[in-house]
């Protein structure tokens, strides 16, 4: 049986507000994104797969900082931007969580 949501103030069959495509938008881009980078504490930042697709390429290509049954790995800085900069010139995905924001990248 299928379900449908319908959104207060929303009628059957009439076009959606761009408030609520925007809304949307931006919930598909949230479980779009492939990685998540976080800083756990002072100079350690973790980065952790978020989908199949980030976490294949993440055991293709960081394996040595990963354990087989880990879906991520934690890192410096420098590390942080060199994996950043790698996973973004193949196209991934990243959520970054900053100290004051949210970043997408």
Do not use: C
């Not at 299928?2 to 949230?30: W, Y």
């Not at 980078?37 to 900082?65: C, D, H, P, Y």
């Amino acid at each position: 049986m299928a379900h449908s949501a319908q959104f207060m103030g929303e009628r059957a069959g009439a076009p959606a507000s761009p408030h609520l495509l925007a809304a949307q938008q931006f919930r598909q881009m949230i479980s779009a994104m492939d990685f998540r980078v976080e800083k756990t504490a002072e100079r350690i930042w973790q980065v952790v797969a978020t989908s199949e697709r980030g976490m294949n390429w993440l055991k293709a290509n960081f394996a040595e900082m990963t354990n087989a049954d880990e879906d991520g790995f934690t890192t410096d800085l420098m590390g942080t931007n060199s994996f950043m900069g790698k996973a973004r010139g193949h196209g991934y995905r990243i959520e970054y969580i900053g100290r004051n924001r949210v970043v997408h990248f």
